[in-house]
């Protein structure tokens, strides 16, 4: 009862009443990175949802479009603004993943939805993590995020999918608040992000 109607009703209430409390923050966020980023605040980019769905993720735009003299887009880390990278440490660049949550595309919590191109790497064990609808933050997120090996994320996202409950959901909720004023785990050891998964 709890993973097909309590849950989904708790995100839609949630993202909905969040969304309404955090506007204003929404609309000032917006404004600086519309600035920041020549006219582009926001970052649309096809993600596998529940059962390897595809649909639109929605976040803040953190790094610009910079390019080396060969036309090739810079690193991560050299492409982050300044104000891109305040966003991302305060996680302010997960916001408009709200969106998705009404939509139905998203849950307030579950595994992370990775890019498209990594569907055909997964072992069958990995490719479980998609039996739930991706989410905002989940229990990989905060046991690490981004500063923990690709084995030890999808061991975390399927051991979520296998223990489902109010419970657990309350304590990632929680652990989650946590992390973002610890600011934790939000980059890889020496890079801005985490490094492409590249299969087994």
Known sequence: MYKTILKPTFDFLACFFGLVILSPLFIVVTVFLYFANDGYPFF????????????????????????DEKGNLLPDADRLTKI???????????????????????????PRP???????????????RHEVK?????????????????????????WYVDHVSFIVDFKILF????KIIKSEG???????????????
Request: avoid cysteine.
């Open 84 to 110: 891109g990278s305040l966003v991302r440490k305060t996680s302010l660049d997960e916001m408009p993943q709200l969106i998705n949550v009404l939509k139905g595309e998203m849950s307030l919590i579950g």
């Open 134 to 158: 991706p989410g905002i933050t989940g229990w990989a997120q905060v046991n690490g995020r981004n500063a923990i090996s690709w084995d030890k994320k999808f061991q975390y996202d399927v």
């Open 44 to 67: 649309f980019q096809n993600r596998p949802g529940k059962n390897g769905k595809i649909f639109k993720i929605i976040k803040f735009k953190t790094m610009n479009e910079r390019k």
């Open 186 to 200: 939000i980059n890889a050891a020496n890079a801005a992000t985490i490094e492409p998964f590249h299969g087994n």
């Open 114 to 128: 990775l890019l498209p191109d990594y569907l055909h790497l997964y072992s069958d064990f990995q490719n479980r």
């Open 175 to 178: 652990k989650t608040i946590i």
